[in-house]
């Protein structure tokens, strides 16, 4: 009996020490390098995939190889501009174009040589679209673009600065880039049309505060050569330029000739009624006598063609297009109506040459495709050019009075 305890409590000795000994033996960790070789091949391969040369997309051009063409302004006849600038990454043509023109009008009527604000435009176009996107209950269009016209109705509503009071840059900055800026005031404006907060003294309140974080608050008074203006007195005592001097050529069959209709194209987002409709042929007969008789022209239209180049700086209408003789008012209409011709870009006519194939106009353009030739800032184009895609020119009225007297 005795001998069985003893064995029994041995057993369970050895046993116990074999668990014992069990519950002691720990696991260890240690720190490794977390990855997947597989995952690390296919990013890899993603990589190389997307770094692999691709045919470049090509658009099918006219080919200006050989020709006989413009090839430099100082050929030109041409009036007093300022120097071309760039209008950046902005949707800010149709202010840059009639900026330009104003001042050579204020140099053609006065000799002052001014350089303007044309942000202090931008800035207030911004908030007067605000302003009817309210009214509107979000059924207007708040986009970056409009139309030259709209710079005579903010200056005479807001006045104009001089560029070195109001550039729109911050410091350091070379260029002007709105898309963020455009980006938040469009956000912004979606939530009030989805939550229905029509509060325009808020909503303009907030529109403002996004135009000054990134353009600077425009001025209310500065000071000119030691004396204090405000925005409306510069405008009325330096520029003396009166917005309402200015008329808007229009040529469309969809319009009644010789009344003064809408322009209808999205950029015309205030509906303005003030284009001065004419047949194509006075349409052209106008441009080219002002322009012939020292008058620059602010013009608008398409220039996504065929027959533009940036490199040669040239724009024309390729014979594959069609044909100059058939370049009529039923061309123009049916391009303008199928939207294969479309309102753009904004330019400035500064000049012209005769040559033995027609007329050319020495275009001043703020857009990237003019930054590219050799002579940044300018375009040539043919007077067909102007005549199928251009759809309407501003000019002083006195440029146009024998064409006016057809309106009652």
């Not at 720190?31 to 099918?60: Q, Y």
């Amino acid at each position: 009996m005795i001998k069985n305890i003893i064995l029994f409590v041995l057993i369970g000795c050895v046993f116990t020490g074999i668990i014992i000994s069990q519950e002691t033996d720990h696991h260890h960790g240690k720190f490794i390098e977390s990855k997947s070789e597989f995952r690390e091949e296919m990013k890899k391969s993603a990589e190389e995939f997307k770094t692999l040369e691709k045919e470049p997309k090509l658009r099918f051009k006219m080919d200006f190889e050989g020709m006989d063409l413009p090839d430099n302004p100082e050929n030109f006849t041409s009036y007093w501009h300022n120097e071309p600038s760039s209008q950046g990454l902005t949707g800010t043509c149709w202010c840059y174009c009639l900026t330009s023109f104003l001042e050579s009008e204020i140099y053609r009527q006065t000799n002052k040589e001014l350089k303007l604000s044309i942000m202090y435009t931008v800035y207030w176009e911004a908030v007067e679209k605000a302003r009817r996107y309210v009214s509107e209950r979000g059924d207007s269009r708040f986009s970056q673009g409009s139309l030259p016209n709209a710079t005579l109705r903010i200056w005479k509503k807001y006045g104009v600065v001089p560029n070195d009071i109001y550039s729109g840059l911050k410091e350091g900055q070379q260029l002007h880039d709105h898309g963020q800026m455009w980006k938040e005031m469009n956000t912004y404006l979606k939530h009030i049309k989805a939550t229905s907060n029509w509060n325009e003294a808020v909503v303009l309140s907030t529109i403002k505060s996004i135009l000054n974080h990134y353009l600077g608050e425009p001025p209310t008074s500065f000071k000119v050569n030691g004396k204090k203006m405000t925005p409306h007195t510069y405008l009325q005592k330096v520029v003396k330029v009166n917005p309402d001097d200015y008329v808007d050529i229009l040529s469309l069959m969809k319009n009644q000739y010789y009344s003064i209709d809408e322009y209808v194209v999205p950029d015309n987002w205030w509906h303005s009624s003030d284009y001065y409709n004419v047949p194509l042929d006075d349409f052209m007969i106008a441009l080219k006598k002002a322009v012939k008789n020292g008058y620059t022209v602010g013009i608008g239209g398409d220039v996504s063609e065929a027959g533009i180049s940036a490199h040669d700086e040239v724009a024309m209408i390729p014979s594959f297009d069609i044909p100059s003789e058939y370049i009529e008012e039923n061309a123009r209409q049916f391009r303008f109506s199928n939207r294969s011709t479309t309102d753009d870009h904004g330019l400035h006519v500064v000049g012209y040459q005769d040559r033995d194939d027609g007329t050319w106009f020495l275009i001043k353009d703020s857009g990237s495709g003019g930054h590219t030739g050799p002579y940044p800032g300018y375009y040539f184009y043919h007077e067909d050019y102007i005549k199928l895609k251009m759809m309407n020119f501003i000019v002083h009225k006195d440029a146009v009075k024998d064409l006016l007297k057809n309106f009652n």
